[in-house]
């Protein structure tokens, strides 16, 4: 099966019932699906905004990517789920995003992106889920999805082909980081030899070599 990107969503943020009685929270994490084209913008899709830019925005946050396949695993573990649960912008068929290898670069239409990080889950994942448990079964699930990197702006649309243009030799995958920085931390100076992770993380590696 040739690797496709089946749904492109965007959203801006709301005001949202909080995890507390009474709070409201502000999140983007609600997008729905775009028809026709959309233009990649050098730090987000056009018509998408990050209700927090500190954690859930910047270069290396533009785009969020989650696989079809992992959705068919969480409905096989969990039941019926949105499509859209998990707030991406991008829902890719035909690619393990598990395998997907920071710093391999995408084309899709006339854009290129770049594999950054993978997610890290946090309260709003389980607002939006509607299950203040998901985070947690979100990391122990070991299937993070990718934030992208928009190297090259362009447009891109549901049901265009997804490229693999180039893949870092040092293999290491998103899945790999996910499991070192919640599951494996001993396994931390990993990351020192992957130079398209975000500074963070080399920071943190860093900081628990040194501790060890």
């Keep these: 099966m040739t690797a496709l990107v089946r749904t492109v969503a965007v959203g801006r943020p709301r005001e949202v019932p909080g995890p507390r009685d009474g709070e409201t929270t502000r999140t983007a994490s ?5 028809d026709g084209p959309v233009a990649v913008l050098s730090g987000n899709l056009a018509g998408d905004e990050q209700a927090d830019r500190v954690h859930h ?3 290396d946050k533009a785009v969020y990517a989650y696989g079809e396949e992992d959705l068919a695993w969480w409905r096989r573990e969990l039941g019926a789920l ?6 991406q912008n991008l829902t890719t068929a ?6 997907a290898v920071v710093g391999e670069r995408w084309r899709i239409g006339t854009a290129e992106l770049q594999v950054a990080q993978p997610r890290t ?3 709003k994942l389980g607002l939006r ?3 203040r448990d998901m985070p947690r079964r979100f990391t122990a699930a070991v299937r993070p999805g990718a934030y992208l990197r928009v190297v090259t702006p362009g447009t891109l649309a549901a049901g265009d082909a997804l490229h693999v243009v180039d893949r870092p030799a040092h293999g290491v995958t998103v899945a790999e980081v996910f499991a070192v920085v919640h599951h494996e931390r001993d396994r931390a100076a990993l990351l020192l030899d ?6 963070s993380y080399h920071a943190w590696a860093r900081a628990r070599r040194h501790r060890a």
Excluded: H, I, N
């Excluded at 609600?30 to 775009?34: E, H, N, R, T």
């Excluded at 949105?82 to 707030?87: E, K, L, M």
């Design 94 to 99: 035909g690619q393990d995003l598990r395998e």
């Design 194 to 199: 992957v130079p398209e992770l975000p500074a």
């Design 82 to 87: 949105d499509d859209q649960v998990f707030g």
């Design 30 to 34: 609600w997008k729905a699906p775009v």
């Design 129 to 131: 889920a509607g299950d």
């Design 57 to 59: 925005g910047g270069p």
């Design 121 to 123: 889950p946090c309260s």
